[in-house]
């Protein structure tokens, strides 16, 4: 018989494989490891990785509630506009897999 996972077993993975799906998307890898130096509006992680801004406020939201960015600043326009400036809490992450469990590092930036 199946050996039955705990509770909090269920949700450790549960958040380890959030994590790892984040990361397996090409989209969202990429906004993520391109606010590691570098802290970016939403608007400028568009242009420069070519994403449709609709899809990069959804991948931002997505990262943010995986806690893997961050809000660094908020930027205000002459016309009082409010913009949040994104930056990467993780400069690197190795996923690795051993008799079928996933194992995350995430290191910090």
């Known amino acids: 018989m199946a050996?039955?996972?705990t509770l909090p077993q269920?949700?450790?993975?549960d958040i380890t494989q959030k994590v790892i799906?984040?990361?397996a998307d090409a989209e969202s890898r990429t906004i993520l490891f391109s606010i590691i130096k570098k802290g970016?509006?939403?608007a400028e992680i568009?242009?420069?990785c070519k994403i449709p801004l609709s899809t990069v406020y959804k991948k931002l939201s997505?990262?943010?509630?995986?806690?893997l960015l961050e809000v660094e600043?908020?930027?205000?326009?002459?016309?009082g506009r409010k913009f949040k400036i994104f930056k990467s809490r993780i400069s690197k992450a190795d996923i690795s897999i051993k008799?079928?469990?996933?194992?995350?590092?995430?290191v910090p930036n």
């Open 3 to 5: 050996k039955r996972l």
């Open 10 to 13: 269920l949700k450790k993975y």
């Open 21 to 23: 799906e984040s990361l």
């Open 40 to 42: 970016k509006t939403a």
């Open 46 to 48: 568009s242009e420069k």
């Open 62 to 67: 997505d990262l943010e509630n995986l806690t």
């Open 73 to 79: 600043k908020w930027l205000i326009s002459d016309k």
């Open 99 to 106: 008799k079928s469990e996933p194992s995350l590092t995430l």
